[in-house]
């Protein structure tokens, strides 16, 4: 099992940062990507990153390209998700999760934390 704790959401203006981190523990070598996802109220959970955790390589969502950047501390275990020129509809709460490929697909990640709230205030 690999457990996933977010942290960093919360409230900010638009065209405001935030850092969101997840930090994962327990099997963790059993999988070589991260994702970050978000759920807005009344919509389908949606990708916004990834990265592989040995290469360092990224995937984006088009919707946060140039906006949101991915990276990691594979020391800490912890994969971070800063976020610029926030808009209110990056509202939603984000999910870290891990998995085995480096996708887009949700059904790709094997485990997922528990979520952190995003508010971007027009």
């Known amino acids: 099992q690999v457990q996933l704790v977010e942290s960093g959401g919360g409230l900010v203006q638009a065209g405001g940062s935030l850092r969101l981190s997840c930090a994962a523990s327990g099997r963790t070598f059993s999988t070589n990507a991260m994702g970050w996802f978000r759920q807005a109220p009344g919509k389908e959970r949606e990708f916004v990153a990834a990265i592989n955790w040995s290469t360092g390589s990224t995937l984006y969502a088009d919707s946060v390209k140039g906006r949101f950047t991915i990276s990691r501390d594979n020391a800490k275990n912890t994969v971070f998700l800063q976020m610029i020129s926030l808009k209110p509809e990056d509202t939603a709460v984000y999910y870290c999760?891990?998995?085995?490929?480096?996708?887009?697909?949700?059904?790709?990640?094997?485990?997922w934390g528990q979520g952190t709230q995003v508010t971007v205030s027009s």
């Open positions: 999760a891990a998995g085995r490929l480096l996708s887009g697909l949700a059904r790709q990640y094997d485990y």
